[in-house]
């Protein structure tokens, strides 16, 4: 019987895609989204969630509309508001909600504090020093470079910064430029850049991996080979561009995002190397954290991994939550009740819930405000480099009732606003707009029916890469 009133605490894509899954099982009656985007009133079940009139945004705007709605549970997306304690702030009220809590948050609010705790457990990680002085990271870089000619560094902020704190340097001049531009001038990440960590640069394959833990039992999920970087290796004159847009005088660098697609089932990621992983990374984090932090580890937990050519996993980071696009690519193919599965979470019973999933391949192509010229007729023009650099908003969307309907199209950034005739009409609201997905047999299925469909949506500035899945067909 469907009478179950779910909350999803997300803005993005990956919270159209948890409140999918939600809306598919036949315990859900409602599933209600804050702050949510204009995708999440397109899935059915689904509504954006509002206390007099508008949108809780705030911890306890939120926990007053979970009192009012008398929602049975409430599911957390981005790590901003498990860091603020929503997850405390909720319980304490006695309010059922699924997620780490601010304590366990920490693992992904603080690169140096996980780094530190992993080498405690002899998780393996790269070789790895945490600074807060700009100085005493310069000279440890001079020293480092000089010690291992031609190794490279990553240089990474301790802090939350939107999944774009990473900046890989194959140089001593670079390693030297990114401390000032992180530490110093302009300070990128803000305050998230006071203190960084500097990192051996592994050499192999990245892998994302999810599992699940309700503190005690940890599950493998499936995962999803993501596209990190903004553009494709032949895209050298956009990088080019992109960077001369954006000041920075790395020419060459080709951008991190928060993600620009992907496809699962993930094409390397066996049996075999779920097991290596579950035993040497997963159980003893979630276990080790609990003894050495005393607090239960309860949500999913994603792990971004770095395979040597012995098939050997070494963490780069961890997250505390889903993957955006990643989610948009694995909850499709769950074939276990989402609802049922989170409550056995917070029961502490994921034991008793075996994960099922569908052998499709799901591949989805993020949408995102590309490099774009404000028209002549504007205030504010000029020329932006686009995402993950400054864009335009509110950019009219056109072209959505042209996809086919079993295809998904989970909304990143969108709101409905009235144009300038008074029609009410779909616009962008962010660097990331739309992650479309395409499900099918195979992956060469999906990867042709995910671009032509996307080619039918249009808005000015759109850019995608166009290699998703290139390669693995
Ligand atoms: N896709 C990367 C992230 O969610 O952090």
Known sequence: M???RVFVVDA????NAIAHAFARSGNVQRVFVAPGNAGSEMIEKCRLATVQGKPPKTISEMLAFAKQEKIDLTFVGPEGYLSDGIVNIFQEEGQRILGPKREAAILENSKCWAKDLLKNLHVPVPRCENFD???AAREYVLQ???ENPGQGLVIKADGLA???GSVVCSAEDEALSTIERIMVNPKLFGHAGERIEIEKRLEGRELMFFALSDGRTVQPMESALDYKQAFSADEAVAVRLFNKLSNNPNLENNPNTGGMGGFSPHPWLDEELTERIMDKIAVPTVRGFRETAGHEYVGVIYFGLMISEEREPSVLEINVRLGDPETQVILPRLETDFFLLSEAMLDRKLDSVPLQWSSDTCL????TSGRAIKPLSSAGGGERPGYPGDHYTNMPINGL???????LVYHNGTAFASDAAGKRRLFTTGGRVLT???RAKSLAEARIKAYDNIKRIRFNGIRYRKDIGQGYV
């Open 436 to 438: 479309l997905v395409a």
């Open 401 to 407: 009732d042209k996809v086919d309907p079993d295809v």
């Open 162 to 164: 939107a999944g774009k």
């Open 2 to 4: 469907s009478s179950k």
């Open 144 to 146: 480092f470079c000089s």
């Open 364 to 367: 989805g192509i993020c949408a």
């Open 12 to 15: 993005g894509g990956r919270g």
């Open 133 to 135: 002085d700009p100085a």
